[in-house]
């Protein structure tokens, strides 16, 4: 997967700007938000997805997030916060209420960092947001090399981050797939970001503006002689 849209349940889009983003050329969805998160958003959505044969990933922030006809679920572990409540605090506390009945097979987890300050889910999740890059190089080998986690996603969250932090990271990682999400406002950011990363995740320009977000596929378009 090269390119994911991530759509947020507590946001309003148009029938057909949903389908326009099925045909657009992605590789998935990632269905997620910090707040306002209600099951029954959260299902209308999925529904609207179920039309593709892509894959549709749930976002597990908190409970309204769990459908059980969901095929793919993404836990993330915020690895910038002192509060553990947001590295497993949650997490255990999800696991021991539903545990026996968790499809473990259809769950990815995910080792987030958030670079925003002023982003909701980093005042939510307190992280620490002011690193250097090798604080965040840091994280990603910790992500790889001792939590062994598949994904290392990076999260600036509606703020454009800096492509040297994003060449750095990709080489510090071998096997740990790195995801790059926020700001991607257009076709040339998007071409940059994934110069780098393996997946780059395109998210609030969907609701700013649809044309702009549907040219961030093309970069991805195959060519023909």
């Known amino acids: 997967m090269k390119h994911l849209f991530k759509l947020d349940p507590a946001k309003n889009l148009p029938h057909n700007s949903v389908t326009r983003l099925i045909h657009s050329g992605t590789d998935g969805f990632i269905i997620g938000g910090t707040d306002n998160l209600q099951t029954e ?3 209308n959505l999925y529904e609207l997805l179920a039309e593709t044969d892509l894959p549709i990933f749930l976002e597990v922030s908190d409970e309204s997030m769990i459908l059980p006809e969901a095929e793919h679920f993404l836990i993330p572990v915020v690895l910038n916060t ?4 947001w590295t497993h605090g949650l997490h255990k506390e999800l696991i021991k209420e ?4 968790i499809p473990w097979k259809r769950v990815t987890s995910e080792g987030y960092v958030i670079l925003n300050k002023d982003a909701k889910v980093a005042q939510l999740t307190e992280a620490k947001t002011d690193l250097t890059e090798e604080d965040i190089i840091a994280y990603a080998r910790l992500a790889e090399n001792i939590f062994r986690l598949p994904i290392f996603y990076i999260e600036y969250s509606g703020m454009y981050g800096n492509p040297e932090v994003a060449k750095k990271v990709s080489a510090a990682l071998d096997d740990t797939k790195f995801w790059y999400g926020g700001g991607i406002r257009s076709k040339e950011q998007a071409a ?3 110069e780098y990363a393996d997946t780059i995740i395109v998210g609030n320009i969907i609701y700013e503006d649809i044309e702009k ?13």
């Open 41 to 43: 958003a959260v299902e």
């Open 82 to 85: 002192e509060n553990s409540k």
């Open 213 to 225: 977000a549907l040219e961030t596929t093309t970069v991805f378009a195959k060519k023909t002689v």
């Open 98 to 101: 539903m545990g026996d009945f």
């Open 192 to 194: 940059e970001m994934a």
